[in-house]
């Protein structure tokens, strides 16, 4: 009776959880895309929704929601492209075999915030193991400076400054997101962080001072 050793079982495990995730991302970014393509008429129905006499101030609050929502879609898709680009250059240049998969690969990972980007960088260092074991400490090396890069350089220029939300908060929504939604909900975790925030601003923190 064949046994599989548990290093291949382990393989295995990690192998189908990264496929899972990355359908699960591209499922998001397709899903994304369609609800941008939408988006003017999403806004219009869910507005009729709301009475008449409270419609003015819920487009006024509505219309920030959605370009917070949209401003960090567009820019999280920046960041990955650029993070997809980055690493087919990489590879083509120390002969990695698979570049453009693994590339389309921690494009679709780096859409997943703090973690996905990480993951990607694991999977393609290991990747390039079977070049030499001086590429796959390159690769590394790379994806550290990168994640710097990115955490430090990208994200808060092209995201930051649209969703204004502190790191501390963007982190907890995070967690609580993957923990009760799986990889989608990690996702969608920071523009809800973002839209609930603007919501308390313009509603809920008001009355209370108020009262």
């Known amino acids: 009776m ?11 495990g990690a192998g189908q959880m990264v496929l899972s995730a990355t359908a699960a991302a591209g499922t998001v970014l397709v899903l994304t895309i369609y609800f941008l ?5 999403i806004r219009q129905l869910l507005y009729r929704l709301i009475p008449a006499r409270r419609r003015p101030r819920a487009i006024l609050i509505g219309d920030e929601m959605f370009a917070k929502v949209g401003g960090f879609v567009l820019g999280n898709l ?6 997809g680009v980055s690493t087919y250059i990489w590879l083509l240049i120390f002969g990695v075999p698979y570049p453009l998969l693994l590339a389309l690969m921690v494009a679709i990972l780096d859409l997943v915030p703090i973690v996905g980007s990480t993951i990607g960088g694991i999977i393609v ?7 030499s074991l001086p590429v796959a400490v390159a690769t590394v090396a790379f994806y550290i400076v990168f994640r710097l890069a990115e955490d430090y350089l990208l994200v808060p220029r092209i995201v930051g400054r649209v969703v204004q939300i502190p790191a501390t908060v963007t982190f907890v929504a995070v967690l609580l997101g993957g923990a009760m939604l799986g990889i ?3 996702l969608i975790a920071i523009p809800v962080a973002a839209a609930l925030r603007i919501l308390l ?7 209370l001072d108020r009262s």
């Open 2 to 12: 064949n046994r599989r050793s548990p290093f291949l079982v382990g393989l295995l």
């Open 37 to 41: 393509a939408d988006l003017p008429r």
């Open 78 to 83: 920046l960041t990955s492209l650029i993070a």
């Open 125 to 131: 260092s290991l990747v390039a193991l079977s070049v």
């Open 184 to 186: 989608i909900g990690a």
């Open 201 to 207: 601003q313009e509603t809920v923190f008001p009355r």
